[in-house]
């Protein structure tokens, strides 16, 4: 919906914006924009050169930017452009946010994101902190020494701007990772990062909007941190659980009631999971981004195990479309704003490349130190060894000594002529951090929809909203553009491994890893209370069931018993996906 003007026109008439011709103009118009972004997109992934310099991301907002200037011009006063050219805050939190942030966590694999989840946690909980503190640090410093012009904003302000510009939008990097099948390792960084990134970022700003609110000083924000930690802790913990919670209760829920043999009424109770944790957690106070990022989580774990095959291939879809719908929208308005009238008179230029340069040093002093401590803490053993394969059709191997944190985490053998390098990880070998992969971390910091929309949302109290609106959504474009269309590049520059197979990669670094003590808990007291055993159907085809030992059929039912040892089996826990999905690397943005 539009920010539309609910008075009358002076008259007692009605305003057109807020008529139902005007409202069905809107929709028209905003749907039909819609639907060419996403002709252009499917035009876009046709033609990989393009796509390697253009992101999609970019393309939809030059749609938008485009669309934007023609209302902009054929309308250059009245209701009407406003009405086109602007969503309200609360539709892109309430409509747009949770299906993006669900998605994010219902296509996290557990295996290599709890693999990870040292760096990962670090990077997206203490990180997103660094970021947030150090950006409104660097800008208070210039802003008093009367640098950013005629923008004077109070460090409560600065704090909130910083908060919501460290949420990170990776999608379009992720895109080119996924095209380019890059080292799990360094994609599982970047994809888990950025969706705790952005619950970790909400939260802080919804923190530090309630400073805005009170007028809070440098001096008070300081005499406030203990409140502060106090709240962030309670509402991300709070949240976290609840999200947790509201998955696992989905699961007992479709255990109990089955619905199997009336799939629609199974798929549309499932679709709903998509928005009520969120809704909940907003009734009890809490961060319903948060909540609907664990929930996500947590009912492709234990809930999807008690649908039947076709619903939750159906199910995903819709996750699927849902979410890029949501994102391509949120990007599509970002472009019609652009000429908004709201937006002329807000371009404080000197604030803006202050901004920008903040939010690049910001990163680096989050990235970098986090990275650097982490792999210190990383213990490796000088007997130890590290594989590394041929990346040509005739592979073989080699082996060297590591000891500490070297630069690389393995090297080819000195005749190796083939393009690229696959790396079979060696214990905690594959935990290493290397410089190149520290750099494409830096590097795939973008900005995008959930920055936006968190600027689109900064407190009323402030008078400088409309600026930190056109700041956000300026660095959102230069990072989209810059950093996205250049991508492909850095992966080539830095030498990061493409080309990787997963398959390789996952039997040989997790088949016969020992579970750890939360697996065992996992499996002796919630996987049995929760996951319906007796009931799951798996319609494989026949080089899947080949690939579990079971009959030669095109649809096999698993019987109590053989189910109960697959429960055991981590790696038919985390490869029981539904068909179609390609990889580890198609997180729901297909190439």
């Given at each position: 919906?539009?920010?539309?003007?609910?008075?009358?026109?002076?008259?007692?008439n009605?305003s057109?914006?807020?008529?139902?011709?005007?409202?069905?103009?809107?929709?028209?118009?905003?749907?039909?924009?819609?639907a060419?972004?996403?002709?252009?997109?499917?035009?876009?992934?046709?033609?990989?050169?393009?796509?390697?310099?253009?992101?999609?991301?970019?393309?939809?907002?030059?749609?938008?930017?485009?669309?934007?200037?023609f209302?902009?011009?054929?309308?250059?006063?009245?209701?009407?452009?406003?009405?086109?050219?602007?969503?309200?805050?609360?539709?892109?939190?309430?409509?747009?946010?949770?299906?993006?942030?669900?998605?994010?966590?219902?296509?996290?694999?557990?295996?290599?994101?709890?693999?990870?989840?040292?760096?990962?946690?670090?990077?997206?909980?203490?990180?997103?902190?660094?970021?947030?503190?150090?950006?409104?640090?660097?800008?208070?410093?210039?802003?008093?020494?009367?640098?950013?012009?005629n923008?004077?904003?109070?460090?409560?302000?600065?704090?909130?701007?910083g908060?919501?510009?460290?949420?990170?939008?990776?999608?379009?990097?992720?895109?080119?990772?996924q095209?380019?099948?890059?080292?799990?390792?360094?994609?599982?960084?970047?994809?888990?990062?950025?969706?705790?990134?952005?619950?970790?970022?909400?939260?802080?700003?919804?923190?530090?909007?309630?400073?805005?609110?009170?007028?809070?000083?440098?001096?008070?924000?300081?005499?406030d941190?203990?409140?502060l930690?106090?709240?962030?802790?309670?509402?991300?913990?709070?949240?976290?659980?609840?999200?947790?919670?509201?998955?696992?209760?989905?699961?007992?829920?479709?255990?109990?009631?089955?619905?199997?043999?009336?799939?629609?009424?199974?798929?549309?109770?499932?679709?709903?999971?998509?928005?009520?944790?969120?809704?909940?957690?907003?009734?009890?106070?809490?961060?319903?981004?948060?909540?609907?990022?664990?929930?996500?989580?947590?009912?492709?774990?234990?809930?999807?195990?008690?649908?039947?095959?076709?619903?939750?291939?159906?199910?995903?879809?819709?996750?699927?479309?849902?979410?890029?719908?949501?994102?391509?929208?949120?990007?599509?308005?970002?472009?019609?704003?652009?000429f908004?009238?709201?937006?002329?008179?807000?371009?404080?230029?000197?604030?803006?490349?202050?901004?920008?340069?903040?939010?690049?040093?910001?990163?680096?002093?989050?990235?970098?130190?986090?990275v650097?401590?982490?792999?210190?803490?990383?213990?490796?053993?000088?007997?130890?060894?590290?594989?590394?394969?041929?990346?040509?059709?005739?592979?073989?191997?080699?082996?060297?000594?590591?000891?500490?944190?070297?630069?690389?985490?393995?090297?080819?053998?000195s005749?190796?002529?083939?393009?690229?390098?696959?790396?079979?990880?060696?214990?905690?070998?594959?935990?290493?951090?290397?410089?190149?992969?520290?750099?494409?971390?830096?590097?795939?910091?973008?900005?995008?929809?959930?920055?936006?929309?968190?600027?689109?949302?900064?407190?009323?109290?402030?008078?400088?909203?409309?600026?930190?609106?056109?700041?956000?959504?300026?660095?959102?474009?230069?990072?989209?553009?810059?950093?996205?269309?250049?991508?492909?590049?850095?992966?080539?520059?830095?030498?990061?491994?493409?080309?990787?197979?997963?398959?390789?990669?996952?039997?040989?670094?997790?088949?016969?890893?020992?579970?750890g003590?939360?697996?065992?808990?996992?499996?002796?007291?919630?996987?049995?209370?929760?996951?319906?055993?007796?009931?799951?159907?798996?319609?494989?085809?026949?080089?899947?069931?080949?690939?579990f030992?079971?009959?030669?059929?095109?649809?096999?039912?698993?019987?109590l018993?053989?189910?109960?040892?697959?429960?055991?089996?981590?790696?038919?826990?985390?490869?029981?996906?539904?068909?179609?999905?390609?990889?580890?690397?198609?997180?729901?943005?297909?190439?």
């Amino acid at each position: 919906m539009a920010d539309y003007d609910e008075n009358d026109d002076g008259n007692g008439n009605e305003s057109w914006s807020t008529s139902e011709i005007g409202i069905s103009f809107y929709f028209f118009v905003f749907l039909s924009l819609l639907a060419l972004s996403l002709v252009l997109g499917n035009l876009l992934n046709s033609r990989p050169k393009l796509g390697s310099v253009l992101p999609e991301a970019g393309m939809t907002i030059l749609v938008g930017a485009v669309a934007g200037l023609f209302v902009h011009v054929a309308f250059r006063s009245g209701s009407v452009p406003d009405g086109l050219l602007s969503f309200s805050s609360e539709v892109l939190f309430v409509a747009l946010l949770p299906p993006i942030i669900f998605i994010s966590g219902y296509h996290i694999k557990p295996v290599l994101f709890f693999r990870h989840i040292k760096p990962i946690v670090l990077l997206s909980c203490l990180g997103t902190v660094i970021q947030s503190i150090a950006v409104a640090l660097i800008l208070y410093v210039v802003s008093i020494h009367g640098l950013t012009g005629n923008l004077k904003p109070s460090f409560s302000e600065l704090l909130t701007f910083g908060a919501l510009i460290s949420a990170t939008d990776t999608v379009s990097i992720l895109a080119i990772f996924q095209k380019k099948r890059v080292d799990p390792h360094l994609f599982y960084l970047v994809f888990g990062e950025s969706a705790l990134n952005d619950a970790v970022a909400l939260v802080l700003f919804r923190t530090f909007s309630n400073f805005v609110e009170n007028n809070h000083n440098i001096f008070n924000v300081a005499v406030d941190l203990i409140a502060l930690v106090l709240d962030f802790t309670y509402t991300f913990a709070g949240s976290f659980v609840l999200g947790i919670l509201c998955g696992v209760g989905v699961g007992v829920l479709l255990k109990k009631v089955n619905m199997k043999k009336t799939a629609l009424y199974e798929l549309c109770l499932y679709v709903l999971v998509m928005y009520l944790p969120y809704f909940l957690a907003t009734i009890l106070h809490l961060s319903g981004i948060v909540t609907i990022l664990f929930t996500g989580i947590s009912a492709k774990r234990y809930a999807a195990q008690n649908l039947s095959r076709s619903t939750e291939i159906k199910a995903d879809s819709l996750f699927r479309a849902t979410a890029h719908l949501a994102e391509t929208a949120i990007f599509l308005e970002l472009g019609l704003s652009l000429f908004n009238h709201a937006t002329f008179g807000n371009f404080y230029w000197e604030f803006i490349l202050w901004a920008l340069l903040a939010c690049l040093g910001a990163r680096a002093l989050a990235v970098y130190p986090i990275v650097f401590g982490y792999n210190k803490s990383l213990k490796l053993s000088k007997e130890d060894t590290v594989i590394t394969r041929k990346g040509s059709r005739d592979s073989h191997f080699s082996e060297r000594p590591i000891s500490g944190c070297e630069k690389s985490i393995a090297s080819p053998s000195s005749d190796d002529t083939s393009e690229h390098t696959l790396f079979t990880p060696n214990r905690s070998k594959d935990k290493v951090i290397n410089w190149g992969k520290t750099h494409m971390m830096w590097f795939s910091g973008l900005r995008g929809a959930v920055a936006y929309a968190c600027a689109h949302n900064f407190p009323e109290s402030s008078e400088n909203g409309s600026a930190f609106m056109v700041t956000t959504s300026i660095i959102i474009l230069v990072t989209v553009f810059l950093f996205g269309g250049t991508a492909d590049f850095m992966l080539e520059l830095l030498g990061i491994p493409t080309n990787v197979d997963e398959e390789e990669y996952m039997q040989e670094k997790y088949d016969d890893r020992e579970p750890g003590k939360l697996e065992r808990f996992e499996k002796a007291f919630i996987l049995p209370y929760v996951t319906d055993i007796s009931n799951i159907e798996c319609d494989l085809p026949v080089d899947e069931v080949d690939h579990f030992a079971l009959p030669r059929d095109d649809s096999v039912r698993l019987d109590l018993s053989a189910m109960n040892n697959r429960l055991s089996d981590r790696h038919f826990i985390e490869t029981h996906e539904p068909t179609g999905w390609k990889s580890i690397y198609d997180y729901g943005y297909q190439a």
